[in-house]
């Protein structure tokens, strides 16, 4: 075993774990949003919400994509605390002024939708221009809150993944592709 990815708190062995998405997929899908999004929003200036902490490699890698003017905001969102699944309670922190811009949130994953639910509803009630969702992974589960999703990067499993800013216990964000960990 080599001790290097070996995490010594949960001893997980992150070389093990099977890719679901390679770092090369990931590039590859998210120049095609980039130019879907950038042909969509042609002559308009878009305004980005990114939803931390998952969505801050996603961001990173979209907005360098882009070929129309942007601005680029974060919120602070929280529901896992330290679980596997979704504590059902969404904790949002910001100082975010939307009102009259096209603004389009970007997150890591629709789960069970509670999280965009609340980002949405949020952003919602500052009279945006427009208001649009992009999920770089959507997982096929039943029960899912019901959104409007308009830029998907792909759709999964239900399984519970790590990597490319998507966390277990705060751990693996840093994995530059997208691993199962069940
Ligand atoms: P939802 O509110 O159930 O849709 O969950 C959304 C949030 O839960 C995401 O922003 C992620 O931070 C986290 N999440 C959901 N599924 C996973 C997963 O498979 N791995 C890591 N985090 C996840
Ligand atoms: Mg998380």
Redesign the pocket.
Known sequence: MNDVNLNPETQTDVSKLEVLISRQQLQERIRELGQTISADYKNRELDLVGVL??GFIFLADLVRELEIPCRIHFLQASS?QNRKTSSGVVRLSHDLQLSGKHVMVVEDIYDTGLTLQRVFEDLQSQSPASLEICTLLSKKIEGKVPLDVKYTGFEIENRFVIGYG??YAERYREIPDIVCMD
């Open positions: 902490k998952g896992y998507l966390d």
